[in-house]
């Protein structure tokens, strides 16, 4: 609802240019235009504020509201549905069919509505980042199931949830179609009235219950940078970088991220916000509950004067109790820090893997997503926000739990036998174990050793790196691997158990990365969350390509310019049309400009016989070098 106040203001990020490689960008751009088709508007769907349902008001017996939240939200649907109604009135069809059916009676009127352009939307980030972060109560609900406007039994809760899903983004719809509009004045009014009457309810709601656009250009600003970008000839020596560009982030002021993105992310600090919140509440809850089980162990302890058969098992129940309380707390903030860095990252990566995309660089890509389904992609971006959201809530509630298990066995190991006065037992213990896993690492190392230096042929040039693969020795290196055959059977299992360990370990701890398959090669494929990722990038890459954007703006703009020039009678006779300039030359102009600045290109030029195209090749490359 606040995202009224925001206007159509935007505030743009000052990122500095990163250096790209410009001809294979080209060359990707080229081929991208021949294989892609241009559309016109991504339909998306929005939400707005979301408030608690009757089952949260049920939990508050002190809070007596003259507003039932839920009832307001049904109703809402009648002056939601006007608005829609009245702003699709006002949108043109831009083609509409006069045949035989009744569509005609219309006219151009009643052209569908779009609340949010989740392809290629890069104006009112930031009010579209508030609209979608003042959702995230509702989001909540919806997440955990609390909103379910109707009853039915359990094997058709899907279909509920998705209706009262859309009951939602119906009520919120005009939220983000009267920003969105092109009607400035009529969307204005009737979104500032919209608002003003949930505002109104929500604040009377709180003070009862204090506890419970103008024109979208078609060629950006930083798409037409980065295109210039391209054309300029790249410099000799890059310049120095400092340690946060180098080492973190670089700010890229020819790249700029889309408000699905910002939203997304908005939305996901929010919900993950109220989640650490609805956690921390829960486990206050279960620590007054382990309190009082803590002491009627206590009493039954005492009253057994400890001589009980049972009383070193309790003592160790209470023990294990007070430990896991206090990690469980402990572990809060870097699972929380956990997830917050990766919604950085996932930013961070998606502008890295956008451009390698437009330089034409898939090697990052598995085998098998080089060429996506193009209805899966569809598909993708429509999943990738919700989808992103949810993974970071489970990812943090995943990381959590394996925190709090890593911060059990620390204080089992290292701190509970300093507290019990068995520190030199612990010490043993973990000495004798770094030696061994030592003594393991060193003959894993001495084997490698020993087959450089004995069983390997001299380099064939005082310039090679290492040794060729090509045995020496060769009696030697039977006998070496028959003794040591059975040495490693018992290492094997040793390095079955540490691969199975560390899968396990990197599993959940990369779980909320969506941009990053937790799955073997050759299996990704099985990862939904990262084949959303993947679909979502290759839209991006065919709807939102700098160069093929620039691309159809000239062509748009040329076929612009033709049409007044033919509208204009005698318009050949127009002075102010300036002296006549060969297309021919204008071309064969333009392109040895380019030529230049893309030294790159010149020898991937086919050759024609009869001309002197190796004297015109080297001059080319004289005049990039000078």
Not at 316 to 332: A, D, M, R, S
Not at 419 to 426: D, L, P, R, S
Not at 535 to 557: E, K, Q, R
Not at 571 to 591: D, E, F, H, K, Q
Request: charged residues 15%; positive net charge.
């Amino acid at each position: 609802m606040f995202a009224f106040s925001f206007g159509c203001c935007e505030e743009n990020w000052a990122e500095r240019q990163n250096t790209r490689s410009s001809h294979q960008e080209a060359r990707e751009a080229q081929r991208t235009i021949q294989r892609s088709k241009l559309s016109t508007r991504s339909a998306g769907f929005s939400t707005k504020m979301l408030f608690p349902t009757a089952r949260t008001r049920q939990l508050n017996g002190t809070c007596a509201s003259s507003v039932n939240m839920e009832l307001f939200l049904h109703y809402s649907l009648i002056p939601s549905l006007v608005i829609i109604l009245v702003l699709s009135f006002l949108q043109r069809r831009e083609h509409h069919r006069q045949r035989d059916d009744t569509s005609y009676l219309l006219g151009n009127h009643f052209g569908l509505i779009i609340p949010l352009d989740f392809v290629g939307t890069f104006s009112n980030r930031w009010s579209y980042g508030v609209a979608f972060g003042a959702t995230a109560n509702k989001v909540m609900f919806l997440f955990s199931e609390g909103y379910q406007p109707l009853q039915v039994p359990q094997w058709a809760q899907a279909f509920v949830l998705l209706i009262g899903g859309i009951e939602v983004g119906l009520c919120h719809f005009p939220f983000f179609a009267c920003l969105s509009s092109e009607f400035r004045l009529v969307s204005s009014i009737l979104g500032f009235s919209y608002s003003l009457i949930w505002f109104a309810v929500t604040m009377l709601y709180i003070i009862e219950c204090p506890h419970g656009e103008e024109e979208k250009p078609f060629l950006e600003v930083h798409q037409a940078e980065h295109v210039k970008q391209l054309l300029r000839k790249c410099p000799l020596q890059e310049r120095e970088k400092s340690w946060f560009q180098t080492r973190i982030y670089e700010w890229d002021s020819c790249f700029q991220f889309p408000s699905r993105m910002i939203g997304t992310t908005v939305l996901a600090f929010i919900c993950l916000y109220l989640f650490i919140v609805i956690e921390f509440c829960v486990f206050v809850y279960v620590r007054d509950e382990l309190d009082v089980f803590e002491r009627e162990l206590e009493d039954y302890i005492s009253s057994m004067n400890q001589t009980g058969t049972l009383t070193p098992v309790l003592l160790q129940v209470k023990e294990l109790i007070n430990v896991t309380k206090g990690v469980w707390l402990v572990t809060i903030l870097p699972a929380s820090l956990t997830c917050v860095s990766y919604l950085f990252h996932i930013l961070a990566c998606y502008r890295k893997h956008m451009k390698r995309l437009w330089a034409g660089d898939k090697q990052f890509l598995p085998l098998k997503f080089h060429s996506p389904s193009s209805s899966e992609s569809v598909v993708a971006i429509a999943r990738y926000s919700g989808w992103q959201i949810a993974y970071i809530l489970w990812g943090y509630l995943i990381i959590h739990v394996m925190q709090s298990l890593c911060g059990v066995v620390i204080m089992y190991s290292l701190v509970l036998p300093v507290i019990h006065n068995q520190a030199m037992a612990m010490l043993r213990g973990l000495g004798i174990g770094t030696l061994t896993i030592s003594i393991v690492l060193g003959l894993m190392v001495m084997q490698v050793w020993i087959a450089a230096s004995f069983f390997l042929q001299p380099k064939m040039g005082p310039a090679d790196k290492q040794k060729p693969l090509a045995l020496n020795n060769r009696r030697a290196f039977h006998n070496f691997s028959y003794f040591l055959f059975f040495y490693n059977v018992l290492l094997g299992l040793g390095a079955c158990l540490s691969r199975l360990l560390i899968s396990c370990i990197l599993g959940t701890w990369l779980i909320a990365r969506i941009d990053r398959t937790i799955l073997q090669s050759g299996y990704e494929g099985a990862d939904l969350g990262f084949s959303a990722w993947i679909g979502m990038l290759y839209v991006d890459h065919y709807h939102a390509n700098p160069v093929l954007v620039s691309f159809c703006h000239i062509l748009i703009t040329s076929h612009r310019e033709r049409r007044q020039q033919q509208a204009i009678k005698y318009w050949y006779l127009n002075p102010s049309a300036g002296p006549r300039i060969s297309v021919r030359s204008r071309t064969r102009w333009l392109l040895l400009q380019t030529l230049i600045n893309n030294p790159g290109l010149i020898k991937l030029r086919k050759s024609r016989s009869g001309h002197s195209s190796q004297e015109f090749t080297q001059i080319l490359l004289t005049c990039s070098e000078s």
